[in-house]
């Protein structure tokens, strides 16, 4: 105990902090520990910026309970931030209470019978939790107790296991143990679940090889046919699903038919093949109708379609896509979106990298398809390419056809077109002469002096590559937007949602 006891004396240190970020944060991590006092189990920060050392962390709760917090006498730092891996083999229940984030971007391993609490927004708002690179949450015992803001959740890990759990109770709190292969079993055509109205945490966790076919009409192949109001996906990895319909009228998604609730810190990535229809086959890389909110999410997919969408396929008047992206490659006989097909709801801090390759009559985007009403799109970007054919096709380098309502967006795809097309470098298609908001395309990258395809709307600036990499255009506001000339080759990209280096 005298390694305990050493630790729980006060550790305040005045030296600046290597891994300070621009808010204040605790972070645990392989650096000293600085700025942290440890007494009676509570380990809380003396001054904004903080460090707890991952291996004195590891002695403490090795050895009993023990709460990170990140209020301390005076002093009131913003997040958690756990940056080094940390296993503990003991029983001990290790808390994180934050004032407003959690991003876990280590592994957290209760190799025992330990327990984790997790709370966040306590005192504060916005925050999240979050887990981001080789950022997961693991336990080896299913007894492990773990709770996120108050709430108890039942781990499995399995995914028969996660089944039988939600189909005997959707309203129940579920979570990951460890990472799950789904492999075992094909599933054919319905959803293996129906109905979730509670809520399912991957705590960073991947299910892998979930295959899924449709072979029968109006089938609508996905994880989860529902996600009611009350429901929450989150922090849940899907890798290398595998999703293949083969009969007429059939739509396929990778999380979720329809969302109601919300979906939060989510990643899909797989493979959707709908060639084999003859009539009117579509796919999507996480859900096909959302009328909730989808945030912080991301899908990596190939979709081969007669219409596709990369992230959502119908976002709805009550739906809400914010600081979500997506990559990959779409390839529809009809119609497609780099991010989102149907619009008619909000899109906000969102961005796609696709490649976009459609049909003869298809209205496409970098960004959205059709966003014909107007009904919101800002501060969202597209790069990669659209390609589409002839016969009156509508391509554009962020959407295909648009309303007036998209402000402080731009476009860097490359759009080409066949015979009798509408293309632009930022929008295919307006069916109103509208005017939009501080909008912009790259003259470079898209090939055409020409910002929307029939020429009839105002507000577009064209920018060379050069002008919009030397600073953010005029509108665009730096507490969003901001340029590196290692991220996103030099381009604007959104503060809260980067792609990768």
Wanted: charged share 15%; proline share 3%.
């Amino acid at each position: 105990m005298r390694a305990r006891a050493a630790l729980f004396t006060v550790l305040s240190l005045s030296a600046a902090l290597s891994d300070s970020k621009a808010v204040a944060d605790v972070m645990i991590s392989n650096n000293a520990t600085q700025n942290m006092a440890c007494s009676s189990g509570i380990c809380a920060p003396t001054a904004a910026n903080a460090v707890l050392n991952v291996t004195d962390l590891k002695i403490l709760v090795d050895s009993g309970d023990v709460t990170v917090t990140t209020t301390g006498a005076g002093v009131q730092a913003n997040e958690i931030v756990i940056a080094a891996p940390l296993g503990w083999a003991s029983a001990a229940t290790l808390s994180l209470d934050a004032f407003t984030s959690i991003a876990i971007e280590k592994l957290l391993y209760a190799k025992g019978r330990g327990g984790l609490t997790l709370t966040t927004n306590d005192g504060g708002a916005g925050g999240v939790l979050s887990f981001a690179g080789k950022g997961r949450a693991r336990f080896a015992k299913l007894s492990s107790r773990v709770v996120i803001n108050h709430t108890f959740y039942k781990l499995v890990n399995n995914f028969r296991s996660l089944i039988k759990a939600v189909r005997g109770n959707p309203a129940g709190f579920y979570g990951l143990a460890d990472t799950i292969d789904a492999s075992a079993k094909l599933y054919g055509g319905a959803p293996p679940m129906k109905m979730l109205a509670g809520t399912v945490e991957g705590l960073g966790n991947t299910i892998s090889r979930f295959t899924i076919r449709c072979a029968h009409s109006n089938c609508h192949p996905a994880l989860f046919y529902q996600v009611a109001a009350s429901g929450a996906v989150s922090n849940l990895r899907l890798a290398e699903e595998n999703v293949v319909v083969s009969h007429n009228r059939s739509v396929a998604a990778g999380l979720a038919y329809t969302n109601y609730g919300v979906l939060s810190g989510d990643s899909i990535e797989g493979t959707f093949d709908a060639s084999r229809c003859e009539v009117e086959c579509a796919a999507s890389g996480m859900v096909v109708n959302n009328d909730g909110s989808i945030i912080h999410s991301s899908s990596d997919v190939t979709i081969t379609a007669a219409e596709g969408a990369g992230l959502v396929f119908e976002n709805n008047s009550a739906g809400t896509i914010e600081m979500s992206h997506a990559n990959g490659t779409i390839a529809a006989s009809g119609g497609a979106g780099g991010l989102v097909y149907l619009n008619y709801g909000k899109i906000d801090e969102s961005y796609a990298d696709t490649v976009v390759g459609t049909g003869s009559t298809g209205t496409s985007g970098g960004l959205v398809g059709n966003d014909d009403e107007g009904y919101g799109i800002t501060d969202s970007y597209a790069v990669g390419s659209v390609a589409g054919g002839g016969n009156e096709a509508r391509i554009g380098g962020l959407v295909g056809s648009a309303g007036p309502n998209t402000k402080t967006s731009y476009s860097a795809s490359a759009v080409s077109g066949g015979a009798n097309s509408w293309v632009g470098g930022f929008l295919g298609f307006a069916p109103y002469s509208d005017s939009f908001s501080d909008c912009y395309w790259d003259t470079t990258a898209s090939g055409t002096e020409q910002g929307d395809g029939n020429g009839e709307v105002s507000g577009l600036t064209g920018l060379t590559t050069q002008q919009l990499t030397a600073a953010l255009p005029a509108g665009f506001d730096p507490a969003i937007w901001t340029e590196a000339s290692n991220i996103n080759n030099g381009l604007p990209y959104l503060i809260n949602n980067p792609p990768p280096k």
